[in-house]
């Protein structure tokens, strides 16, 4: 994307060709990678294929890190863009924890192969510090994998408090990824979604669809001495230890 060497525009015209382009070389590729240990060790990913962009394309890049604290997901993205804004790099963090955890690093430029981050070094490095944790009483269903997987190997974990029980499918579409994930866990109150409604980053696409979690603790289930209670006719007292509690754990 250099300028044109005098002598070579001047030849080349006579010829009848044009020298100057308007193509960019970008890298290209899309990783998905599940683990445990993704917020502590990095990633390392090297891309050698490239793509020539055209028109107003330029290159982008983007580093995504899901984690529920017994697994974390990290998925990357590379290739031509067409942004609204030129020569951007930031890292926005969608839940800073206690309990979920989600990052994003977004980097789109204008120069030959600068999408070449090359680690999930900067998401590690980015993930905020949180005051130490305090135990809560509430048991929430605590996974990540794709869809449908969840089901068969959630595991039980007592959430901090300040947290509720949290699950949803997100989907994600384009730069090469094509997924939906199973997420559960405990998200930080008040928040709702974790992706905070974003719907795309870049030119991929994101779909959060929300689930009620079903937990499976004692005190949300009628035992039988709760049912017994309610046929002697304290209707009052079942209900009151009955309903699900929307509030946050504490």
Same mark, same amino acid.
């Given at each position: /994307? ?19 382009? &308007?193509?960019? +070389?970008?890298? /290209?590729?899309?990783? *998905?990678?599940?683990? !445990? &240990?993704?917020? #502590? ?12 962009? !055209? ?12 984690? *529920?604290?017994? +697994? ?15 020569? $951007? #790099?930031?890292?926005?963090? =969608?839940?800073? @924890? ?23 070094? /900067? ?10 944790? $305090? ?10 994998? =794709?869809? @449908?997987?969840?089901?068969?190997? +959630? ?29 559960? @866990? ?8 974790? /992706?905070?409604?974003?719907?795309? $980053? ?6 959060? +669809? ?41």
């Amino acid at each position: /994307m250099g300028a044109c060497r005098i002598q070579y525009v001047l030849l080349l015209s006579l010829l009848g060709f044009c020298p100057c382009s &308007d193509t960019l +070389t970008c890298q /290209m590729g899309s990783m *998905v990678r599940l683990g !445990s &240990d993704l917020t #502590r060790n990095e990633v390392e990913w090297i891309e050698l294929k490239t793509v020539e962009t !055209s028109g107003e394309e330029i290159c982008q890049e983007i580093f995504l890190l899901i984690d *529920v604290g017994t +697994t974390a997901l990290i998925l990357g993205s590379k290739g031509p863009s067409i942004p609204s804004h030129r020569n $951007v #790099r930031n890292i926005t963090v =969608f839940a800073r @924890g206690p309990g979920l955890k989600a990052i994003i690093f977004y980097h789109i430029c204008d120069i030959e192969l600068c999408n070449r981050a090359n680690s999930t070094r /900067m998401l590690i490095d980015s993930i905020p510090s949180v005051a130490p944790t $305090v135990r809560g009483r509430q048991p929430c269903p605590i996974c990540l994998h =794709f869809k @449908g997987i969840c089901n068969s190997y +959630t595991n039980l974990a007592i959430c901090p408090r300040g947290t509720r029980c949290y699950k949803s499918d997100l989907a994600l579409h384009g730069g090469g990824i094509s997924a939906i994930f199973s997420i559960s @866990g405990c998200l930080v109150y008040p928040q709702k979604f974790l /992706m905070k409604n974003q719907s795309s $980053v870049g030119t991929i696409s994101l779909l959060e +669809t929300l689930l009620m979690p079903k937990s499976k603790s004692p005190s949300h289930e009628l035992v039988p001495s709760i049912l017994l209670t309610c046929m002697f006719g304290l209707l009052a007292l079942c209900l009151q230890r009955s309903v699900l509690s929307a509030e946050p754990i504490s």
